[in-house]
């Protein structure tokens, strides 16, 4: 993205990122200009929009919001919008919704062709993606001569570390060395950058000028997971040498992978616990459909069946095969039997539970405390799903760890828990958004819609209140004000629910109620400002999508 701004035709708008600098690091895949707000779904990923503001003028300011927020779950990589007679500025709102998701939002201050903008720099993108394809080609090329000449890892590491100019790395999932070569001088034997980019020797022809092809010093490694037989045996990490071309370490990734993973089939073929392991994933994520006599077979064999219960615990663990290791060393230090795999930067594990009089709760909230107790890079997530007490339950349990993991933000080192998530996993779950509202409306609406018209805080003093079992003295220091406002902030807010008894089946359903609509705001990303919840709430669902208005 910032390399595309550089592009002259772009320079001379006289761009200006307003928000969402995080993302500048975004691939741009093509650049595309439209007016239409409800563009979003017609996207494939990593447009770069140009926008005149036309139809933004027009716009109400929730709808130039959700229009931001929709891009960027899309995953475009930005938006370019030119201020001029029909839009004087960008409006906040929009500034502030890019900033919250990331998305870089840019001013383009003078008038300039849409047309020459991407005709110019979509050019470049095709060009560079035809050499791209080459390269890969190439790079495929030599793998296959040396597999077909019965190379082992060894000598595959060793042609990739020369194509690459990067010192390359296999290792098996659970850290064990598997080979590896180092890069040699660049140019000896090897594609330096202008090669890459100029085969033919011609400046004129680069694909991209400046030095975004080359590899900056310092760079950090990147990691691509190899599959065998449809299991992830291996990770390659590629750790380039200043200088090294990113298009051709890029043809690397996208098919090397497939070729060790031949090499892997051919000299470390899979064990029968690896095939067992593979399965009972397979079969977990297979829910109803899975047969649940092979499910407890698999699990016999995998030493599972033997547990008075289990629980799943998934893991974001990003690059590199040590943070496995350390998830399923802190959930494993009391002998419970872990069965784990690791697909491409997912961790899960099943963890084998033994009550010994306690609780199935108590023996999960062990495994969630032992979690929080390792320190873990801020990019990992972990995510415990419910218990279970029979193995037929395992795809409830995972697939609640998945949905709870696809809430959190990773951004922010957590261990969920699914349990704790509840009401915010059922919100995210019920398909009638329609009856929730309606339950909620009934319950608080009065107390909603006087915030609403009075900008007030009076739901937000609630949920505290009811989050901490009606104790004023803690209610009013979360709220960081004096007991006597707080007094009369709940005599208002019990006036305007018709002074409900606590106790009664209508003080319970206001309780719902309020945690409906917490979780509702919290799936929404409306939680900035908001002290409903706690800090561990807010980062674990800051990232779940708004569902359907």
């Not at 910032?2 to 093509?30: F, H, K, M």
């Not at 007094?487 to 606590?502: D, F, N, S, T, W």
């Amino acid at each position: 993205m910032s390399e595309v701004l550089c592009d002259p035709t772009i320079r001379a708008a006289e761009p200006v990122v307003l928000a969402g600098q995080a993302g500048l690091d975004n691939a741009v895949t093509w650049v595309h200009t439209s007016e239409v707000l409800d563009i979003a779904p017609l996207l494939r990923g990593g447009e770069l929009l140009l926008v005149g503001g036309v139809g933004l003028a027009d716009a109400s300011p929730t709808q130039r919001a959700r229009y931001v927020r929709e891009l960027a779950e899309r995953g475009a990589s930005g938006i370019a919008i030119e201020t001029g007679a029909r839009l004087r500025r960008v409006p906040p709102e929009m500034v502030e919704e890019a900033e919250r998701v990331s998305l870089p939002l840019v001013q383009l201050r003078r008038v300039v062709r849409f047309i020459e903008v991407t005709q110019a720099v979509n050019g470049l993108l095709v060009n560079e993606s035809v050499r791209r394809l080459q390269l890969a080609d190439e790079v495929s090329h030599a793998l296959a001569l040396a597999l077909a000449r019965g190379a082992e890892l060894p000598e595959l590491m060793a042609v990739l570390a020369e194509r690459t100019q990067a010192n390359a790395r296999l290792t098996a999932p659970d850290g064990e060395l598997l080979a590896e070569a180092a890069a040699p001088a660049l140019g000896v034997g090897s594609f330096s950058t202008a090669e890459a980019d100029d085969p033919a020797g011609d400046p004129a022809d680069d694909v991209v000028t400046g030095p975004s092809t080359a590899a900056p010093v310092g760079m950090p490694p990147v990691v691509a997971p190899v599959d065998s037989a449809g299991v992830t045996v291996a990770l390659l990490t590629l750790t380039p040498r200043p200088g090294a071309n990113l298009l051709v370490l890029d043809a690397a990734l996208d098919r090397a992978p497939e070729a060790l993973g031949l090499a892997m089939l051919r000299f470390r073929p899979l064990s029968r616990r690896q095939r067992d392991t593979h399965e009972l994933f397979e079969l977990a994520r297979a829910g109803e459909r899975a047969s649940t006599r092979r499910l407890r077979e698999v699990a016999t064999r995998l030493g599972l069946a033997g547990h008075d219960a289990w629980v799943v615990t998934v893991a974001r663990i990003g690059p590199g095969p040590s943070l496995a290791t350390g998830i399923e060393a802190a959930v494993g230090r009391t002998g419970r039997t872990l069965v784990s795999e690791v697909d491409r930067h997912v961790h899960t594990c099943v963890v084998g539970l033994s009550l010994g009089g306690r609780s199935l709760e108590q023996a999960r909230q062990d495994v969630v405390t032992e979690l929080r107790s390792v320190a873990l890079p801020a990019h990992v997530t972990v995510a415990v799903g419910p218990g279970a007490r029979s193995v037929e339950r395992l795809p409830h349990t995972l697939a609640e760890a998945e949905g709870t993991l696809a809430l959190t933000d990773e951004s922010h080192q957590v261990v969920a828990d699914s349990v704790a998530l509840g009401i915010t996993r059922l919100v995210t779950a019920v398909d009638r958004d329609d009856l929730l509202q309606a339950f909620v409306d009934e319950q608080i609406g009065d107390l909603l819609a006087l915030d609403r018209d009075r900008a007030g805080s009076l739901f937000e003093t609630l949920a505290l209140y009811l989050r901490h079992s009606a104790n004023k003295t803690e209610t009013a220091a979360r709220l960081h004000v004096q007991r006597q406002s707080l007094y009369q902030r709940l005599e208002r807010i019990m006036a305007v629910l018709g002074h409900p008894q606590p106790g009664t089946s209508r003080w319970a359903a206001i309780a719902l109620a309020v945690e409906l609509e917490t979780a509702r705001r919290t799936v929404a990303g409306e939680v900035r400002g908001f002290g409903g919840l706690d800090a561990a709430d807010r980062r674990a669902t800051r990232r779940a999508r708004r569902p359907a208005d």
